[in-house]
């Protein structure tokens, strides 16, 4: 199984950023695809969840305003997007597959003036 992660970013405060993560080695609609953060010197935050079957998504309340989860089941991919950026959202972003406990490599995001 593997989580490989489109590169890194880096966007002015109020932009947006979509993420990529593109799954191979399982069948992709099987199962959820976690989207985790770590910004720097913090512990691991979970952002939430999407079952790519269907597109059913379930948010941690901090992001449910500001992100969406997608999932292109015609290249196994899911992608998260986050809005309205602050510089407090500067942070590796992680897409997981639970089920199989792979990550991706990560990709920073820095958010910046």
């Known amino acids: 199984v593997q989580m490989v992660q489109s590169g890194a970013e880096l966007r002015n405060p109020g932009a947006s950023v979509k993420v990529s993560c593109k799954a191979s080695?399982?069948?992709?609609?099987?199962?959820?695809i976690d989207w985790v953060r770590q910004a720097p010197g913090q512990g691991h935050e979970w952002m939430g969840r999407i079952d790519p079957i269907d597109g059913g998504t379930k948010y941690a309340q901090k992001f449910q305003d500001r992100v969406t989860f997608t999932a292109d089941t015609s290249t196994s991919t899911a992608y998260v997007e986050l809005t309205s950026l602050r510089s407090d959202d500067t942070a590796m972003y992680y897409c997981n597959a639970p089920r199989f406990a792979s990550w991706g490599q990560g990709t920073q995001v820095t958010v910046s003036s």
């Open positions: 080695g399982y069948m992709f609609t099987s199962y959820d």
